[in-house]
């Protein structure tokens, strides 16, 4: 028998094509999934035929809870936690579906308006909480205050809590644990985060003043994965800025952002179609430590084509700005989603 030393190089040798034959086989089926996305790819002109059966077809795919019927057991509370000179904190708990029930943080603005004000998600990422996102009693962090820079431009601001902290807060609910339970029983994160959006928007709407306002979404990394979801299947969201996370999904094909069989219809350019017409501004920093902007910039391409030839290129808007895996601190993203809402 040879030494270790030469099996080890021998069975190294073996790995390396094992690896290599399995990426040609997996660079087969992408190829064919490309293929037949592609050969789907909206038509300007019949767009909105397109994204009914797409919508269906998203919808089908995702499956539990959203084709789900069951009426959630929990129900619809309110209580005021407090006030600030920007206006009024309310906690809103709500059902999702069954058993589940989430809970979300709205502030009202404190300016009286004889219209509704414009109503904003703002949506954390995969170790964000309520606190955090809307800087109570911690620092934002990579939201760059976000929340409270739409509540100086009088917004009414939606924090909803989706289950995907783990980052020394309590009790501990990891992201990649809960999509593996879902996968485990057929499910998926994108469906379950969702509805749970959907649910939430439910609550805040029905609060009187808010019935008729203009709804739009900022969100970062998971939260601007999970709200180009949202965007695609609810007309209600007039205006999405996802930050840091648009992307070749199959460069990054995380777990928790896709689901089974996805790249066989939607890659991010099919979700963002959905958006369209709709107003969308897509970001992503040159320095982000979690994805290049390159596989952005090709999937962006595809959209930015789609507004153009529909005739709404000015409701389209994709970046790169200097900045690492954050929302961008500049202006311009609120002015584009407020100027969408009609501010």
């Known amino acids: 028998m040879k030494p270790s030393r030469a099996l080890s190089a021998r069975f190294l ?67 005021t936690l407090g006030r600030d000179a920007l ?25 009286p308006r004889t219209t509704p004000p414009p109503l904003v998600i703002a949506l954390h990422g995969g170790l964000g909480t309520i606190e955090k996102i809307a800087g109570l009693g911690h620092p934002t962090r990579n939201y760059n205050d976000l929340v409270t ?67 739009g979404l900022a969100g970062l990394s998971y939260g601007g994965c999970y709200g180009l979801y949202a965007a695609a299947l609810d007309p209600r969201i007039r205006c999405l800025v996802t930050s840091a996370f648009f992307n070749d999904r199959h460069t990054y094909p995380n777990p928790a952002a896709v689901a089974l069989g996805l790249a066989q219809s939607f890659l991010d350019a099919e979700l963002a179609a959905l958006v369209c017409p709709r107003a969308l501004w897509i970001e992503t920093g040159d320095k982000d430590e979690l994805f290049t902007p390159s596989g952005a910039r090709l999937e962006a391409k595809k959209v930015r084509a789609l507004y153009r030839a529909t005739g709404h290129a000015a409701r389209f808007h994709f970046e790169v700005f200097r900045g690492t895996h954050e929302f961008n601190r500049a202006e311009a993203n609120l002015d584009f989603l407020l100027h969408a809402l009609g501010e």
């Open 149 to 215: 820079r739409l509540r100086r431009r009088h917004c009414a601001v939606l924090v909803p809590q989706l289950p995907l902290w783990r980052d020394h807060a309590e009790p501990y609910c990891a992201i990649e644990d809960l999509t593996a339970r879902l996968n485990l029983l057929g499910h998926n994160s994108p469906a379950l985060q969702t509805l749970t959006l959907r649910r939430a928007l439910d609550a805040a709407l029905a609060v009187p003043a808010l019935r008729t306002a203009p709804v």
């Open 13 to 79: 040798n073996e790995r390396k094509h094992l690896v290599a034959s399995l990426n040609r086989e997996l660079a087969r089926h992408t190829a064919a999934a490309d293929t037949t996305r592609a050969a789907a790819w909206p038509d300007a002109a019949h767009l909105a035929r397109w994204q009914k059966s797409a919508a269906h077809r998203l919808t089908t795919l995702l499956g539990w809870p959203l084709t789900d019927s069951a009426k959630p057991k929990v129900k619809t509370s309110w209580r």
């Open 87 to 111: 206006g009024e904190l309310r906690l809103v708990r709500f059902g999702v579906t069954g058993e589940y029930g989430s809970f979300a943080a709205l502030f009202l603005p404190a300016k």
